[in-house]
């Protein structure tokens, strides 16, 4: 019979592991966390392949990176927003193959459930459950978090500065969610990018092919970020970057006499 991959028992890895995009947050928590493994796994749509070109250029160390391709295509269940459902839950499981501390680059504004609190005690509680000592494996015991959680985007850039992040680095990464080679300035993706360098200085003029505060949507949701709504504590980094922006003026329009609204 042939040699199996199987012989032998699996052991434990030791490691840490960050699922690693490349854009803005995964390189900052790279540059502060310093994870044994930077496992990036492409999800086979125009925003990583666009995402990937700019690995040279944001000053990793390719030595840990892990690139899986051909693992599974979750490109096929991308929506028309971006989203792909309960992308972590399979990340995850796939980096539980790399380390037993697996850190995902989450920060306070997401919204999803599948980087909350919850969702990483019931990870761990199942891969746990699942590496427990037995005829195939060592025992292996897990830890899955996020971080910077707690922290906005905005704390993160400055975080990174002021532990001397090179910040052309935030320049180079890419997180325009339409894939294409200059940053659109629109995309969600874009415009926080736009808020947490400007709250900290710097600067992005030409950056964007169009001004993240004219972008379309803002219209709709700005009478919820005014009133901290929308993004919770983000809201607060967005006032202050819209603040400094060419529309400031037209920004008192949205204050309501201290009622907090939220959206639905
Ligand atoms: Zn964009």
Not at 77 to 106: K, Q, V
Not at 222 to 237: P, T
Not at 239 to 254: C, G, M, N, R, T
Request: a negative charge; one cysteine or more; glycine letters at 6%.
């Amino acid at each position: 019979m042939a040699n199996m991959i199987t012989k032998g028992k699996e052991q434990v890895r030791g490691k840490s592991v960050l699922l690693f995009s490349g854009g803005l947050d995964s390189l900052m928590i790279d540059y502060i966390m310093k994870p044994d493994v930077l496992l990036n796994i492409s999800m086979n749509s125009n925003y990583d392949r666009t995402e990937r070109k700019t690995f040279d250029s944001i000053g990793i160390d390719k030595n840990k990176l892990v690139n899986l391709d051909e693992v599974m295509n979750l490109g096929m269940f991308e929506r028309d927003d971006a989203i792909i459902p309960n992308r972590n839950a399979h990340l995850t499981l796939l980096a539980s193959h790399f380390g037993e501390t697996i850190w995902l680059g989450s920060v306070h504004g997401d919204r999803s459930f599948d980087k909350d609190e919850k969702f990483y005690t019931r990870m761990e509680d199942l891969l746990n459950h699942m590496w427990q000592s037995q005829h195939w494996t060592e025992e292996r015991r897990f830890s899955i978090s996020s971080p910077f959680k707690d922290r906005t985007k905005t704390d993160l850039v400055e975080e990174y500065l002021d532990r001397k992040g090179n910040p052309i680095y935030l320049y180079n990464s890419y997180s325009c969610y339409e894939g294409e080679e200059q940053h659109c300035g629109q995309c969600k993706a874009c415009f926080r990018k736009w808020v947490a360098m400007e709250n900290n200085g710097l600067n992005t003029k030409g950056y964007w092919k169009e001004n993240p505060w004219d972008s379309p949507w803002l219209d709709e949701v700005l009478l919820a970020i005014y009133n901290g709504g929308y993004r919770g504590k983000e809201d607060a980094d967005i006032i202050h970057a819209l603040d400094k922006s060419p529309v400031y003026f037209k920004l008192d329009e949205y204050k309501l006499n201290g009622d907090t609204i939220y959206e639905n």
